[in-house]
């Protein structure tokens, strides 16, 4: 996680619940977060020269993007491989 004031909130309830340890990034770690890769692969990438009509027409496409990188687990592993993550 990283150390945003609502993760570390949540982190210690997550503690406490469950009996397991947390492993924080460092403060600003853009590459060692999985997330950030799908948000770069979705702007970059499935709707790098997508220009919407409305807000509805890209909020469509965009659970569209996710949908189909849902659907590919060797993309999805690729991200957490890239950002040295082991699964």
């Not at 807000?55 to 996710?66: F, G, N, V």
Request: charged residues 25%.
């Amino acid at each position: 996680m990283d150390r945003w004031s609502a993760h570390r909130k949540a982190a210690k309830a997550w503690v406490v619940d469950r009996r397991f340890g947390i492993e924080w990034l460092p403060p600003y770690a853009p590459e060692l977060n999985p997330v950030e890769y799908v948000w770069g692969h979705t702007k970059h990438g499935d709707l790098g020269n997508y220009i919407p009509d409305t807000l509805l027409t890209l909020e469509l496409e965009l659970d569209c993007s996710m949908q189909q990188t849902r659907r590919r687990p060797k993309l999805l592993q690729s991200f957490f491989h890239a950002a040295e993550i082991e699964l």
